[in-house]
């Protein structure tokens, strides 16, 4: 079975730093899709970022970026200076190509400090 | 519309009563999914809708549970006979095609069952 492990319950950071979320998972298939979805506290799950499996390079939106590593099914989210606007739920995602069904972590609650 | 909406945004029951939820996707969007999020969890599949027909319902908790969706839009789903377990968000999302798309969500509706 697919599953998705976010180990860090809750993060924090300072203004203005940089944290890094962490996300492991577990496929057999080698296409898959690799998402972080962020919730506020007003619930909407907004994407953050999106990773497809067969490229190399590492995915990057603005502050965000992640650290992609296949062989280690690793999926780190990075985020850089840090804004106040940006606490929140982190979830990390995985979309099988052969499926539809999106597979979640357990989700990181942010902290960010001012 | 430019975005998943949901209605209603918040829902108070008695046990025992039905309710209804009803999502309605980005327009031209084909797959459509419906997901619940208890307190403090990530995301739990229910059902997913190609067009207007659902090929898979195994992630509906009980026969208490069904949905449907008309003109491969909106989607309506309905909870009979409600219990307290039932209180959580429900999170409706859409996208362009079932698989390799990115799911984009609803702001959900957040039902308590009293």
């Known amino acids: 079975a697919q599953t998705v492990t976010q180990s860090q319950p809750e993060m924090s950071v300072q203004e203005a730093e940089t944290v890094t979320l962490s996300c492991t998972y577990d496929?057999?298939?080698?296409?898959?899709?690799l998402f972080w979805y962020k919730q506020p506290p007003s619930r909407q799950m907004i994407l953050v970022i999106r990773?497809?499996?067969?490229k190399q390079q590492n995915a990057t939106e603005n502050r965000f970026s992640v650290n992609f590593q296949k062989a280690a099914k690793s999926f780190s989210l990075k985020i850089s200076d840090s804004q106040l606007g940006d606490a929140a739920m982190y979830f990390c995602?995985?979309?099988?190509?052969?499926?539809?069904?999106?597979?979640w972590g357990a989700g990181t609650k942010l902290i960010i400090k001012p | 519309g430019a975005g998943v909406s949901q209605s209603p945004s918040n829902k108070v029951t008695e046990k025992g009563k039905d309710v209804e939820l009803r999502c309605d996707p980005i327009?031209?969007?084909?797959?459509l999914y419906w997901y619940r999020q208890s307190l403090g969890q990530g995301l739990e599949f229910l059902i997913y809708?190609?067009?207007?027909?659902?090929?898979?319902k195994s992630g509906l908790p009980s026969d208490r549970f069904s949905a449907e969706r008309t003109g491969g839009s909106v989607s309506t789903l309905t909870i009979q006979r409600t219990q307290q377990e039932d209180s959580a968000v429900y999170l409706c999302?859409?996208?362009?095609?079932?698989?390799?798309?990115?799911?984009?969500f609803g702001p959900g509706t957040r039902l308590l069952v009293l």
């Open positions: 995602a995985c979309l099988m190509d052969s499926n539809y069904q999106l597979i």
């Open positions: 496929t057999s298939e080698s296409d898959y899709y």
């Open positions: 990773q497809e499996a067969y």
């Open positions: 809708f190609q067009g207007n027909s659902a090929p898979d």
């Open positions: 327009s031209g969007h084909t797959a």
């Open positions: 999302a859409s996208s362009l095609r079932p698989d390799q798309e990115t799911q984009y």
